[in-house]
């Protein structure tokens, strides 16, 4: 079970690689039901990446995918071309987004943006990788 305490924890981790890396971010981190558990921006992280963080955190949790392995499959052409634009455009398709699982299930997610898609995916996998 995702909590506010285990998503506050788990986030720290996410800070320490973006200060690693010089780069502000949005982090959130929502649970099970994809809602909202745990948010923070750090200083100087884009006002406008605010909701781009919490809609991957959504994405990777609704649909239990990385939102750049989303992302890769949602090319012209392929399965899930245009589910960016269905659940009234809450899906992101650029890496920042991964699901986080406890003993083998799906708990929840977390969100990353506010640099580039290599940078929020970094982060997001410094943040997966302190939840198990």
């Given at each position: 079970?995702?909590?506010?305490?285990?998503?506050?924890?788990i986030i720290e981790a996410g800070i320490v690689k973006a200060k690693?890396?010089?780069?502000?971010?949005?982090?959130?981190?929502?649970?099970?039901?994809?809602?909202?558990?745990?948010?923070?921006?750090?200083?100087?992280?884009?006002?406008?990446?605010?909701?781009?963080?919490?809609?991957?955190?959504?994405?990777?949790?609704?649909?239990?995918?990385?939102?750049?392995?989303?992302?890769?499959?949602?090319?012209?052409?392929?399965?899930?071309?245009?589910?960016?634009?269905?659940?009234?455009?809450?899906?992101?398709?650029?890496?920042?987004?991964?699901?986080?699982?406890?003993?083998?299930?799906?708990?929840?997610?977390?969100?990353?943006?506010?640099?580039?898609?290599?940078?929020?995916?970094?982060?997001?996998?410094?943040?997966?990788?302190?939840?198990?």
């Amino acid at each position: 079970m995702m909590t506010m305490e285990k998503a506050q924890k788990i986030i720290e981790a996410g800070i320490v690689k973006a200060k690693q890396i010089g780069q502000p971010m949005n982090i959130a981190v929502v649970d099970a039901g994809a809602n909202l558990t745990a948010f923070v921006r750090m200083d100087g992280a884009w006002l406008g990446s605010i909701d781009i963080a919490i809609n991957k955190a959504f994405t990777a949790k609704a649909f239990d995918i990385s939102t750049l392995e989303l992302g890769r499959n949602s090319q012209p052409k392929d399965q899930f071309f245009g589910i960016n634009v269905s659940n009234h455009g809450r899906v992101m398709i650029f890496g920042g987004g991964i699901p986080i699982k406890l003993n083998g299930q799906i708990v929840g997610a977390v969100g990353v943006s506010g640099g580039s898609g290599e940078q929020d995916h970094a982060v997001a996998e410094a943040v997966v990788a302190a939840a198990s």
